[in-house]
């Protein structure tokens, strides 16, 4: 049997985007919500196995009455205590925010790895023109000498 207040609890702490993104992920195209858990007496494998690999947690935390008891759920959207475990739902939000700030980050370093190898191709033509000008402007200086 599942812990949904758990469940509950744990949805209830995400964004509305994170929570649209776990709903396409568990029903697919299908117009169900959560409520599906709670209505549902036999509910699937691949369904808890999309819970656990989302919120990062064992498939036996979603487990009531088993070997890890949950406390402090009810009521709380912002930490649930499974076991001697503790899920820290801003905590999962702000590490969410952080991989795409890190992501945002990469992408902007690429940018700018572009924009310094395109200086440094600017700066060598202009080292070979300056070259060349010298060498230019050497003969002919030698060539005035010369005549």
Same mark, same amino acid.
């Given at each position: 049997?599942?812990?949904?207040?758990?469940?509950?609890?744990?949805? %209830?702490?995400? #964004?509305?985007?994170?929570?649209?993104?776990?709903?396409?992920?568990?029903? /697919?195209?299908?117009?169900?919500?959560?409520s599906y858990?709670?209505r549902?007496?036999?509910?699937?494998?691949s369904?808890?196995? &999309?819970?656990? @690999?989302? !919120?990062h947690m064992?498939?036996?935390y !979603?487990?009531?009455?088993? #070997?890890?008891? #949950? *406390?402090? =759920?009810?009521?709380?959207?912002n930490? =649930?205590?499974?076991g001697n475990?503790? &899920?820290?739902?801003?905590?999962m939000?702000e590490?969410?925010?952080?991989?795409?700030?890190?992501? *945002?980050m990469k992408?902007t370093?690429k %940018?700018?790895?572009? #924009?310094l190898?395109? /200086?440094?191709? *600017?700066?060598?033509?202009?080292?070979?023109?300056?070259e %060349?000008?010298?060498?230019? &402007?050497?003969k002919?200086?030698?060539? @005035?000498i =010369?005549?």
């Amino acid at each position: 049997m599942l812990n949904l207040d758990l469940i509950d609890n744990l949805y %209830a702490g995400l #964004t509305k985007e994170q929570q649209q993104e776990l709903i396409s992920l568990l029903f /697919k195209k299908s117009k169900q919500t959560m409520s599906y858990f709670r209505r549902t007496k036999d509910i699937s494998l691949s369904k808890l196995e &999309v819970l656990a @690999d989302f !919120f990062h947690m064992p498939l036996d935390y !979603f487990r009531k009455g088993g #070997t890890f008891k #949950t *406390t402090n =759920v009810s009521g709380n959207n912002n930490s =649930v205590s499974v076991g001697n475990v503790s &899920v820290n739902t801003n905590l999962m939000l702000e590490n969410d925010s952080l991989r795409r700030e890190i992501s *945002t980050m990469k992408e902007t370093l690429k %940018a700018k790895d572009e #924009t310094l190898k395109s /200086k440094d191709e *600017t700066l060598k033509s202009k080292d070979d023109l300056i070259e %060349a000008l010298k060498i230019q &402007v050497h003969k002919q200086t030698c060539g @005035d000498i =010369v005549e």
